[in-house]
């Protein structure tokens, strides 16, 4: 029997002004942060511009639980979201073989 699967949802509260151009989170600005970035990898955060994750559902916990944790990073209020267990429509069941090698044979 397999373990019941879940899908998590990330609900986000953007900080005020994030979505105007130019905007950036104050950790790019963060001399600790810079510091563990190479020389290169400065210069091109100076000049990227900043865009938000899109992902906002995952299959894993550890999945929505890291993009979380970036979010936050980033200035943003996370909450994350567990569906109730997932019922895929036809997972192959003992018996069940015999009627899928039917159906692929036919088509």
């Known amino acids: 029997m397999s373990r019941a699967q879940r899908v998590y949802r990330l609900v986000i509260t953007y900080p005020e002004g994030s979505h105007v151009p130019g905007w ?3 950790c790019w600005d ?3 942060f810079l ?3 190479t020389t290169r990898q400065r210069r091109e955060c100076k000049r990227a511009r900043f865009q938000w994750p899109r992902e906002r559902l995952f299959l894993s916990s550890s999945g929505a639980y890291g993009r979380a944790a ?3 990073w980033y200035g943003a209020r996370v909450e994350i979201l567990a569906s109730d267990p997932v019922a895929w429509p036809g997972s192959v069941r003992q018996g069940s073989l015999s009627l899928l090698t039917e159906v692929k044979a036919t088509v």
């Open 30 to 32: 963060d001399p600790r």
């Open 70 to 72: 970036v979010l936050r």
């Open 24 to 26: 950036r989170p104050a």
């Open 35 to 37: 510091a563990t970035l």
